[in-house]
C-alpha cells in the first residue's frame, strides 16, 4: 500500500530544511562508504595530516569545538592508534601526528571518500558543484 504525501508547505522553500535534506543524504552515503570513521573524525584526520604538531586548542578552534571535547576526541582517536601527541617545544603544549597506522586509513579512506563525493554529486554539473560549494562557503563564512 503506498503512503500518501504529506502536503510540504512552507518547508521546500526553507534554507534549513533542504540543508539538513541535503546533509542527511550525505552522510547516509558517507557511512556506507566509509565505515567506521564519522565525517568529523576524518575532518580531524585531514587538518592533522595537513597540519603536523597542530596543537589540540588550535585543532578545537579550526574546528569550533570546546577543548574539553576535544580532548575526547584526541583520546579516542589515540587509543585507535591514529594519532599521538609529542611535547610540544615549550613543554606545556603536545602536539598532534598521524601515526603510520593513521595515515594508511586516512588514505584508504579519502580513495572511499572521492567515490562518495563522486555519487553525490552526480545530478550536478561541474559548474554546479562549484557553484554550490561557494554558495555553502557563504553561508557558513
Known amino acids: 500500500m503506498k503512503r500518501a504525501s504529506l502536503a510540504q508547505g512552507a ?5 534549513g530544511y533542504r540543508l539538513r535534506l541535503a546533509q542527511q543524504a550525505v552522510f547516509r552515503d558517507f557511512a556506507a562508504s566509509v565505515q567506521g570513521l564519522s565525517p568529523g573524525r576524518v575532518g580531524l584526520l585531514i587538518l592533522i595530516d595537513a597540519n603536523p604538531g597542530i596543537t589540540q586548542s588550535r585543532l578545537a578552534e579550526a574546528v569550533a569545538r570546546d577543548r574539553s571535547t576535544m580532548v575526547g576526541l584526541i583520546d579516542l582517536l589515540e587509543r585507535r592508534g591514529l594519532v599521538e601527541r609529542r611535547r610540544g617545544d615549550d613543554r606545556r603544549t603536545n602536539g598532534l601526528w598521524l601515526t603510520r597506522s593513521g595515515r594508511r586509513l586516512l588514505a584508504r579512506a579519502l580513495r572511499r571518500i ?3 563525493e563522486r555519487r553525490i554529486a552526480s545530478r550536478l554539473s561541474a559548474a554546479e558543484r562549484r557553484r554550490l560549494l561557494r554558495l555553502l562557503g557563504k553561508i557558513s563564512g
Open 114 to 116: 572521492a567515490a562518495h
Open 11 to 15: 518547508l521546500p522553500g526553507l534554507l
